[in-house]
């Protein structure tokens, strides 16, 4: 069976996240591309590939001086915002549960 560009494109994808996911946990001191190769058993040229669709889209930078891989404050972003819509959602169903608790 033959791979399809979906099968290409889907695989590429899920490269990439595993890149951010690893990444994701090297905030301070920055990641190698050889460790993070070795981390996730990808060959370096996948992890460079990642790491370049991840710069394009202002996920990941990297520091000319070490050669490490940072994630952005983007990343930092976004989880602020899943955190805040749980935050809204969580008020929402304690005031729910108080209109349905409380007596008159």
Known sequence: MSMTRHDDD???AIKVLDVLDALSGHTVTGVSNTAL???LNLTASNVTRAMGVLIEKGWARKDETT???HPTPRMG???GRVLADLDRAEQSLAE???NFTRTN
Do not use: E
């Open 77 to 79: 972003r976004v989880f």
């Open 67 to 69: 050669g490490h891989f």
């Open 10 to 12: 889907r695989g590429a």
């Open 96 to 98: 729910m549960r108080h």
């Open 37 to 39: 190769s070795r981390q």
